[in-house]
């Protein structure tokens, strides 16, 4: 096992990150910028190495500003958390080349599965069904068009090398199609630096299903079962839950064992999430493949009570894998909800601002990830994740109603701080979640001409 780590993130993962190392007896050093320099994983961590001022362009992206931090505390290993560079493969190669173990799957691989036409072509390769659409990327409009007429309206418009719910756009007539497509080229190249797009059928009314698996560099891998990720707003994800929901057992198998065989045929280590959509035929199609820790990680490790984080720094390290298929066991389900410091009723838009007040819930079975306090800044520069609240339950009635309850308890105040609590209890209220009827288009209906969720009442 390796002696010391270096943590390349901030926030809430750099903690989950660090109190892992901790229980593991491996030493951290974490790197920070200007604007974390009195953050909680500054505090904790054996050594913090600041890299550079306030914009992550500047500091958590600056790929040599990381390694020169970890070459200058000792560090064996550099884990990357979710985000920032967690699946950038030149950075991957960089950390390998200055003699560092990147805590995930190979540079080369990462790099055929970071770029979403060639991870698609993979997974065909090895047999995991496809959206209908393009497989390679689609270089003028024109093959944009003749590929949506084949597979027929809507379709979507996603960055080949997209990610983070970023880089893609629904297009529902043909007439929109030569803007959306222009649009979501421009997009790709500003947030991604590459234009190139791939089209391919938008399937309605299907929801977000994933699997997670864990496989080593010795050819042995195990699934953790399913993740239902629908409740999203702009792509990115609100509520999370394991098992996924009203699916029948035979399908949660099949997604199980088909994203297992995916990520061997590929030749995957570490955590990694293979990403679904399933229709309301429950057939399943591939979206892609995150080569990286999930945010919503918890609620696999409350379902199947193995730490993830402890068996990414052990495949890390070249043990093989401690677990076998047989060895996996599902119990009892969880749920849990991002705080987001964001306002619902202004399109989602953050509201930074310092916190005044700050008490997270308690109480049986129920898990807070977070790095906020009381006095904590929440700045413009960073994601507006400020804590995740997981629960776990034997059943699905007990897990909602546990979670709504942490979240009544859940205390944050400061001026012109707003956040998703409010919006999150109304989706755990809502007659289709609550039978787990629902799908990617769940909060789109509830944001359409309602109530300022602000307005809602406690009960």
């Not at 989950?16 to 961590?45: K, M, N």
């Not at 027929?152 to 007439?175: L, S």
């Not at 198998?253 to 679904?276: K, N, P, Q, S």
């Not at 800044?377 to 994740?385: A, C, E, K, Q, R």
Request: net charge neutral; aromatic share 6%.
């Amino acid at each position: 096992m390796f002696e010391k780590v270096l943590i390349a993130n901030r926030g809430e993962i750099a903690l989950r990150i660090l109190r892992a190392c901790r229980e593991l007896g491996i030493r951290t050093a974490v790197v920070y910028s200007t604007a974390d320099a009195d953050s909680a994983a500054v505090r904790l961590a054996d050594e913090a190495v600041r890299i550079g001022p306030s914009p992550s362009r500047r500091s958590y992206l600056n790929a040599a500003a990381v390694v020169e931090a970890a070459r200058k505390v000792g560090a064996q290993a550099v884990h990357p958390g979710y985000g920032f560079l967690s699946e950038d493969a030149d950075f991957a190669e960089i950390c390998v080349d200055n003699g560092l173990t990147f805590v995930g799957p190979s540079p080369q691989v990462m790099a055929a599965l970071a770029d979403k036409s060639s991870a698609r072509a993979l997974m065909r390769r090895a047999g995991l069904p496809l959206p209908p659409g393009a497989v390679q990327p689609v270089p003028t409009v024109g093959e944009a068009a003749v590929v949506a007429a084949e597979v027929g309206y809507p379709v979507i418009v996603k960055a080949a090398a997209g990610g983070g719910g970023r880089g893609m756009t629904v297009v529902r007539a043909p007439a929109d199609l030569p803007r959306a497509y222009a649009r979501t080229r421009a997009a790709a190249q500003a947030a991604f630096g590459d234009d190139r797009v791939y089209v391919e059928r938008y399937l309605t009314d299907a929801r977000h299903v994933e699997v997670q698996v864990l496989c080593d560099s010795h050819g042995n891998g195990v699934h953790l079962g399913t993740r239902d990720c629908s409740v999203q707003r702009r792509h990115q994800k609100l509520v999370e839950e394991a098992p996924a929901p009203a699916l029948a057992p035979a399908t949660l198998d099949a997604l199980a064992r088909t994203a297992l065989r995916g990520a061997l045929d590929v030749g995957f280590t570490g955590a990694g999430t293979l990403e679904f959509l399933v229709d309301a035929e429950e057939r399943f199609h591939f979206l892609e493949i995150n080569c990286r820790i999930q945010v919503e990680h918890p609620v696999t490790e409350m379902i199947t009570g193995i730490d993830l984080v402890h068996e990414q720094f052990h495949i890390a390290a070249g043990t093989p894998l401690r677990l076998r298929q047989e060895d996996v066991r599902f119990t009892g389900v969880a749920v849990e909800c991002r705080v987001n410091v964001e306002d619902p009723d202004r399109g989602f838009v953050p509201t930074p601002g310092r916190l005044d007040r700050f008490v997270p819930p308690g109480g049986p079975f129920t898990r807070v990830d977070t790095h906020g306090h009381a006095g904590y800044l929440v700045g413009p520069h960073y994601d507006s994740l400020l804590a995740k609240v997981a629960v776990w339950a034997p059943d699905r009635d007990l897990a909602l109603s546990r979670l709504d309850r942490a979240l009544r308890e859940f205390e944050i105040t400061g001026p012109g701080v707003r956040t998703t609590i409010p919006f999150v209890r109304r989706v755990l209220d809502d007659a289709d979640f609550r039978k787990g009827r629902y799908s990617t288009g769940l909060v789109d209906r509830m944001t359409a001409g309602s109530t300022p969720v602000q307005q809602r009442r406690n009960r």
